[in-house]
């Protein structure tokens, strides 16, 4: 009886911190304008087998490339998005394009706005992840005025930020 009693709540306490040490499989930004824009839209990754898949939706955007990247801090607080911090890099690697086998692992790239000011993007990224050191979650994600060059140190010119979010876990498909 009292063994029982016991063994309920240590059960419970197990199963608790199963579901808390599952990886996340699907993870979630919302982007919102910094002060000044109307950049705003969403960001999906999904575990894939080769890698973290993206689904970019963005509009408000200038027509063209604008860089595109997982920043250091989950924080959007700051009116022009300084607050997200420097690229996220957590293998010291120099900033490069998301190609490359030695980049940053926030640096997706460009995202590139049509006509109407709406970029939509899909692809396989083979460095970032939801687990492991290169886990994007709780990272900010930061979409910029200009062209990502993909190779000036370290934040590919890019410019302003005009939009910012935080990647957080969200619920399996
Ligand atoms: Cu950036
Ligand atoms: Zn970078």
């Given at each position: ?81 300084a607050s ?20 940053h ?24 992840a ?9 990272h ?34």
């Amino acid at each position: 009886m009292r063994s029982s009693a016991l063994l309920l709540p240590a059960a419970a306490a197990l199963a608790a911190a199963a579901a808390f040490a599952a990886p996340a499989t699907k993870a979630v930004a919302v982007l919102q304008p910094t002060q000044g824009n109307k950049v705003e839209g969403k960001v999906t990754f999904t575990a894939a087998e080769k890698g973290l898949k993206i689904n970019v939706h963005v509009t408000g955007l200038t027509p063209g490339k604008h860089g595109f990247h997982i920043h250091e801090f989950g924080d959007c607080s700051a009116p022009d998005g300084a607050s997200a911090g420097g690229h996220f890099n957590p293998t010291g690697d120099p900033h490069a394009a998301p190609t490359d086998e030695k980049r940053h692992a926030g640096d997706l790239g460009n995202l590139e706005a049509n006509k109407d000011g709406v970029a939509d993007l899909e692809y396989v990224d083979h460095k970032a992840a939801l687990d492991g050191a290169s886990s994007v979650l709780g990272h900010g994600v930061i979409v910029h005025a200009n062209p990502d060059d993909l190779k000036t140190q370290p934040t590919g010119n890019a410019g302003g930020r005009v939009a910012c979010g935080v990647v957080g876990a969200a619920k399996a498909d």
